[in-house]
């Protein structure tokens, strides 16, 4: 710790926690879990970072996609990402979650995952090295440091456009609104 | 594969082709009304296990093949694959169920109503496993245009920043 | 007076701050023995800075009041138990009231999780039941150990005892051995992490915890920590002066973190087959001995 850091710490303690505290929840879709193992294990290690695997959504404020989003996962995923806790940043790993990548014409698979939830960052390629979960992390930094990751206010204020492109694909969902469905811009 | 099987299949049943491509492999191609007869002819024989059931779409004929594929947990000298053929009919789209003869034909079957919208009458319980939105022609069929169908569906769903 | 008061407002400060150092610790020691980097061992001020600065949701009045009542039993408990000697509500009868309050933190834990209607919850506070039936046999024995040989019922007794004459490990070795036994599963750590396993019941009674909640839960994790600790070195390594004090608890967690780090886990039924038969055989022997020779 250098003196900046140190003086960061006193002037905004909760943005540092949140940026060096990142516990992602286990949730695996598709074959990009397959990179995550190794990451929280012994070969890469992502403890140092402060990212740990927790096993509930309540507890959790790192949300990685890991690979194809099916329908029905997708149902899961949206649940889970309103079980967590706010401020949440949601990381879209590997191509398939940005436009659909090998699965571009499957008639079960999300194209693009930020119609229906916010995405704060992606990891590009297929597969993404486990050094990109890294970059990824330290992106996320800067980011949460300059106030870009507000994924989690933006599903907020505009919920009601989210929630009208996940009941174009479900029919009518069968939890509740998260948030008051009126638009707060008006 | 021995060839007494072989013998016994083609004397016991009419319209039975039965060929043998591999050593542990033996295809009985049979038409629709015998196969439930084969499956339990075959089960009584030693071959307990029906690994799975499959279906291939031959579109310019107008069928439906389904395959079921019989290999036995019991005796070691038979650890081998039977494949069972038949072919029905695309527009009717229709057939009995195995469950009666192998239990655990029941998700097979359920599968393929959902992918192929094939029918089996006398099965329990014939709904969604899979998918999560209901289709008009089933997706697995070679007539379904998955890119059409990618364009009316995923790609109409605006972003949400376009809209202000 | 003024002193005791005193020590009434910094003993929990002290055992926060041993505690809380035990949880980075544990982290970076198991990350050396796995052959990573590990975290930095401030690593648990950082993740309670940041659960406290979360948005924590509350699942009713009896949810949220279950989790002050645990840590405030585990703190109370903080302050019958001599730390270097210092233990400032002690009396006479201090070790059957420590026994008594040290049900107050998993009480708590299970009538804020029967709020939480979490399926996971259940079972993990009817495991966290099953394994204390389990290993509060051989803990009662040598303990009963313990207090027959020094013919008190005081842990201030206790220890002064052993200053004059040689640590209590020496004169009742089976109890001790019974005690380092089940350590881990009073500390809730492997072999034992049956109650919070997150590959099978998503860590179990914590599993609705988030945010402040959680932030309390680690807190009072770390009261536990110390408090389990200070009891065997109160018991059976001599006591001593607050710095000898930590470096034996040090020694003692550090045994502990080495079993934690190589070992799978048990089932449910092993770890109470295990707690019932070596311990307990143990720990009445030694009770057995100690009767004999007081």
Known sequence: ?186 | MDESLKKELETTFRNVLVSLPEDDRMVVAASEETVLSILSFLKNKGYDHLELISCVDWIEEKKFELVYILTSYSEKEMRKHIILKTKISREKSEFKTAISVFENAEPYERELHELFGINFKGHPKLTHLFLERDYKIPPFRKDFDTREYVKEVFDKIPFVEDKK | MVIKAVWIIVLPIIAFIIGVFFLGLSRKVIARIHRRYGPPIYQPVIDLIKLMNQKSISHGRLFDMGVILSLAGSIVLVLFIPFGGIAPLSGSGDFLVVLYLMLLAPLGVALSGGEGANPNISIGISRKMMLSLGYEVPLLFSILAVMTYYKTTSLVEITKAQQHLSWGVIYLPLPAIAYFMILPAMLGIRPFDIVSAPQEISSGPSVEYGGRYLALMTVEHAFHTFIVLALFVDLFLGGGNPFTFFVKMLVVFLLGLFIHAVFPRFRIDQAIKYCWKWPSILALAGLVIAYVVA
């Open chain 1, 1 to 186: 710790m250098d003196r900046t850091s140190i003086k960061k710490w006193f002037k905004a303690p909760d943005k540092m926690g949140h940026k060096y505290s990142l516990w992602a929840v286990y949730f695996c879709t598709g074959c990009g879990i397959i990179e995550v193992p190794p990451v929280i294990t012994s070969r890469w290690d992502a403890e140092r970072f402060g990212v740990i695997p927790v096993a509930t959504p309540r507890q959790a404020n790192l949300f990685l996609i890991t690979g194809y989003v099916s329908l029905k996962t997708l149902k899961a995923i949206i649940r889970t990402y309103e079980l967590m806790p706010d401020p949440k940043y949601t990381v879209g790993f590997g191509s398939c979650p940005i436009n659909g990548g090998m699965y571009w014409d499957s008639y079960n698979t999300i194209k693009h995952l930020d119609k229906y939830i916010p995405v704060d960052g992606w990891i590009s390629g297929c597969m993404p090295r486990p050094e990109a979960i890294f970059i990824a992390v330290t992106h996320l930094w800067t980011m949460i440091d300059k106030g870009m990751a507000t994924g989690y206010i933006k599903y907020r204020e505009k919920y009601r456009y989210y929630r009208q492109n996940q009941e174009k694909l479900f029919g009518k969902l069968e939890w509740p609104p998260l948030y008051p469905m009126e638009d707060k811009n008006g």
